[in-house]
């Protein structure tokens, strides 16, 4: 545990080389204010196959093309309602490390760097890659005991701010939870009805008024997005808007093609 201590201090100070934030260094914004009673929810489903393939193709894994997915939608939302911050949007991200030989659920959260404040799309998705691939780093660096001992302490940081009223005087410990979570690859039924698709409903924290959760199932990926109404009434905008993130990915993919093919086509000095 002190190990990841000193990697989060190391990273504070600049020292570290590590690009994976560091926890309660999160922007302000219009997501992390005290919520309310009320929700709001909306939906949006892709092509699984679809995802992998431009993934593969953007050299992303799932995961990073997730939460790019939701970085894109989340800038356009906020740059919409002239709340950008400069500073980049942190993403709490729920990862196991159960061991093989272990029963049971063993969950850590790790800090992704969603690169909000960057415009291109490409660029956007190889520092959120960057950002997760060095976090996982950190955490494969400890035993999953004290992965998960973090995520305990961590979370209890964040109850106990949430309980003095300290939201508004700390930074964030994150903007907003993301997480992708793998669905049955074979349809489902009950009797002879399948199952079409599979949202994910879950919970908003204090200071945290949206929640993006993610399921596979089959050849489909379902995002469910939970909000405070009384703070994101339009969240349905937001999942539309994650539609349009991966045609800003499909675009950049095509553009990086073209200036690849005009540089192969230019004749080289000999």
């Known amino acids: 545990l002190s190990k990841i201590f000193l990697g989060q201090g190391l990273k504070a100070t600049g020292i570290s080389k590590n690009t994976s934030p560091v926890p309660f260094t999160a922007p302000k914004s219009i997501f992390n204010v005290p919520i309310t009673g009320a929700r709001r929810f909306a939906i949006k489903s892709m092509s699984l196959s679809e995802l992998k393939a431009i993934g593969k193709q953007a050299n992303a894994t799932v995961n990073d093309m997730v939460l790019a997915l939701c970085s894109g939608a989340l800038r356009k939302y906020m740059l919409e309602k002239n709340a950008l911050p400069k500073k980049s949007l942190i993403a709490s991200v729920p990862v196991s490390v159960r061991q093989v030989n272990r029963t049971g659920n063993q969950i850590t959260y790790v800090a992704a760097d969603l690169a909000t404040n960057e415009p291109d799309s490409m660029t956007r998705l190889a520092k959120i890659g960057a950002s997760t691939k060095d976090a996982k780093e950190e955490i494969g660096a400890v035993s999953s005991d004290a992965a998960t001992s973090f995520a305990v302490i961590a979370q209890g940081l964040v109850a106990v701010t949430n309980q ?3 939201t508004n005087l700390l930074p964030p410990a994150a903007n907003v939870t993301i997480s992708n979570v793998p ?3 074979q349809p489902l039924y009950f ?4 199952m079409e698709a599979s ?3 879950s919970v908003l924290i204090d200071g945290q008024s949206l929640n993006i959760t993610v399921v596979s199932y089959c050849d489909s990926i379902d995002f ?3 909000a405070c109404r009384d703070t994101i ?11 349009e993130a991966m045609d800003g990915i499909k675009g950049g993919i095509y ?3 073209l200036l690849q093919d005009k540089d192969n086509t230019l004749p080289h000095k000999s």
Do not use: S, T
């Not at 009434?233 to 539609?243: C, L, R, T």
């Open 164 to 166: 003095l009223n300290m």
């Open 183 to 185: 669905g049955p690859r």
């Open 191 to 194: 009797g002879q009805a399948k």
């Open 199 to 201: 949202y994910p409903l």
């Open 224 to 226: 469910g997005l939970m």
């Open 233 to 243: 009434a339009d969240v349905e905008k937001i999942a539309d808007y994650i539609e």
């Open 255 to 257: 553009m990086q093609g």
